[in-house]
């Protein structure tokens, strides 16, 4: 099983980035797919999910309206597209795979976003 995240980097506030996570290993449509960032010090927070056939979304408070998470169930992958990013955003960002019905996850590395001028 594999979660590989990319799309990551330094990018000025206001600018965008879209993260990729190409998972492998697994029957990916059994699994609601979601994005977590975690800055440092702090605890890792979910920023962004996607059901299985994405149908339903959600998004955290600080990101609704900036950010959209998508998946393409032929090629395995789910994107995170942000745009408006903040100091704030700043944060290693970890692709996650929850099994719709089964006590059954995984993580990927993650990529790191940072935002700076």
């Known amino acids: 099983v594999m979660l590989v995240e990319s799309g990551g980097g330094l990018v000025q506030p206001g600018g965008s980035l879209r993260l990729s996570c190409a998972a492998s290993?697994?029957?990916?449509?059994?699994?609601?797919m979601s994005w977590y960032r975690q800055a440092p010090g702090q605890e890792r927070e979910l920023v962004a999910q996607i059901t299985r056939f994405g149908v339903s979304t959600f998004y955290a408070d600080s990101v609704k309206g900036r950010f959209t998470i998508s998946r393409d169930n032929a090629k395995n992958t789910v994107d995170l597209q942000m745009n408006s990013l903040k100091t704030e955003d700043t944060a290693q960002y970890y692709c996650?795979?929850?099994?719709?019905?089964?006590?059954?996850?995984?993580w990927g590395q993650g990529t790191q976003v940072t935002v700076s001028s």
């Open positions: 290993g697994f029957t990916f449509s059994n699994y609601h």
């Open positions: 996650n795979a929850q099994h719709w019905i089964a006590s059954l996850g995984y």
